[in-house]
């Protein structure tokens, strides 16, 4: 089992930055993949971004620029930087884990609201 908890959300004023961790513990072994999810209200559950265990990256384009996805492999610590940030950013932020051979992201922490304000 993996057990994620992300923590560093909280209100931004537009143009801002945060920057989110999600702290991994548990089979760590057994996670291929990494992710950043975000949720608003109204709205379906979005890959933010993403990281696998050879480092490739991918970014949703509306945060592509804007937001890095990194990991600290020492801290078992998934981090997003979140730069220039936008009223339309604001969504409950999701750290989630995949496992080889897996077809989805099964392993998801509890959340971290983040509001940004204009």
């Known amino acids: 089992q993996v057990q994620l908890v992300e923590s560093g959300g909280g209100a931004v004023q537009a143009g801002g930055s945060l920057r989110l961790s999600c702290a991994a513990s548990?089979?760590?072994?057994?996670?291929?993949?990494m992710a950043w999810f975000r949720q608003a209200p109204g709205k379906e559950r979005e890959l933010v971004a993403r990281?696998?265990?050879?480092?490739?990256?991918y970014y949703a384009n509306a945060v592509k620029g804007r937001f890095t996805i990194s990991k600290d492999n020492a801290k078992n610590t998934l981090y997003l930087q979140m730069n220039s940030l936008k009223s339309e950013d604001t969504a409950m932020y999701y750290c989630a884990a995949r496992r080889a051979a897996a077809d989805s992201f099964t392993y998801w922490g509890q959340g971290t609201q983040v509001t940004v304000s204009s």
């Open positions: 548990g089979s760590i072994r057994s996670i291929n993949a």
């Open positions: 990281i696998s265990n050879l480092g490739s990256t």
